[in-house]
């Protein structure tokens, strides 16, 4: 699918890690940051310029990274949106992110029909950039979904050419 054409899609919404906390993203072109027990709004990420399709939690709960149709991904602190850096590779949509369980490294799942890998820590730095370490192009269509699993080992890819892709996740 090309960019212009809208896919069906469903907003993302993810828990935090100790289960109290919920992220939303929203075609409003943010993130907001819920306490379920009060059901109030936390915060509202405001950083993206596009419906944002996409998000994950760190795996220590603390950092968000987030994708949108403004074509990035975007890493930012979940307590108070203070963003630590933006991945600009992508050419088109980013429909699906995931945080690794075990590393610092972060898939992202786009429109151009990549999935990206890339590091998110470096030494003493928070975020020194968006260094990518590996493109996955077996697909012939937008990229959907993107996930990792438990063990951190693979990485699983769906896309609208009908095929989901498991492979090394470097």
Known sequence: M????VPVASNEKACSRYGYLLASASDDKTVQIWEIGKKRTIYTYRGHRGWVKALAWSPNGTRIVSGSWDDTVQVWDASTGNYAFIHRDHTSW???VAWSPISPR?????????VQLWHTSHGRE??????????YNGHSEWVRC??????GSRIASGSHDGTVRVWQGI
């Not at 020194?128 to 493109?135: C, Q």
């Open 146 to 151: 993107v996930s990792w699993s438990p063990d």
């Open 126 to 135: 928070l975020f020194p950039g968006n260094k990518v370490v590996f493109t």
């Open 2 to 5: 090309k960019k212009g054409t």
């Open 94 to 96: 980013i429909n699906s």
């Open 106 to 114: 972060i898939a992202s799942a786009s429109n151009d029909q990549t």
